[in-house]
């Protein structure tokens, strides 16, 4: 069962729509109680860094999603989701992320640049992965952020793409990947990629 997990901040319907499209028919997961019968764990998430870190909190599923990821079941983490799997966010002040990857949440910086990204570009490969089966290399995704992650480890960047520079796309680290793209918007490719979550057993 592929859950997709309520924070209060997510776009949980269109993320929902792309999974049901892949042929997958996914739960809202409110409460720790509902991970249980989950083998799939989608972190979505639209806003603020500083906002989403006391929502998790708030509502105890700090731990539920650590001792999932400890269970070897697959989570994805999509746009702030992404950078929620993270130790440290800098947005608004600094805040502790869940630490599943390490390294920090930073904003985008460059002479010129116009903060928020928003549109599409090309994502680079840097690693191969079971999530980028059948995507062929140099296609563009759907971005809308104005921060992005830094691993510390350059074995978790397994994507990225061109902002004014280098900018972490995609993260992955044993059975967790993140993607700060918007896959539920980026057409083919991003159902694609959300579709291959949904088969991936949690294995590199």
């Not at 746009?79 to 904003?107: F, K, S």
């Not at 599409?120 to 690693?127: A, E, H, K, S």
């Not at 759907?142 to 992650?149: D, E, G």
């Not at 700060?180 to 980026?186: D, I």
Request: proline letters at 5%.
């Amino acid at each position: 069962m592929i859950g997709i997990l309520d924070i209060g901040m997510g776009n949980l319907r269109s993320v929902h729509n792309a999974v049901y499209q892949n042929g997958f028919d996914p739960v809202v997961v409110h409460a720790a109680a509902e991970f249980d019968d989950l083998t799939h764990l989608i972190l979505p998430g639209v806003g603020n860094f500083s906002a989403a870190v006391p929502e998790i909190d708030t509502r105890q599923l700090r731990q539920p999603i650590l001792t999932f990821v400890a269970s070897g079941r697959p989570l994805l983490g999509t746009c702030l989701g992404m950078q929620l799997l993270m130790g440290v966010g800098e947005e608004d002040g600094i805040h502790a992320g869940l630490g599943l990857i390490p390294g920090r949440v930073t904003r985008l910086a460059g002479e010129g640049l116009r903060v928020p990204h928003v549109g599409w570009n090309v994502l680079n490969m840097t690693r191969p992965h079971p999530i980028y089966e059948g995507i062929k290399k140099g296609r563009d995704f759907y971005f809308v952020h104005s921060y992005a992650a830094v691993c510390e480890d350059g074995n978790d960047l397994l994507g990225s793409t061109e902002y004014g520079g280098p900018v972490t796309a995609v993260i992955g680290r044993a059975n967790v990947v993140g993607i700060q793209f918007h896959p539920e918007k980026s057409q083919v490719n991003g159902l694609r990629m959300i579709e291959n979550f949904c088969n991936w057993d949690g294995r590199c």
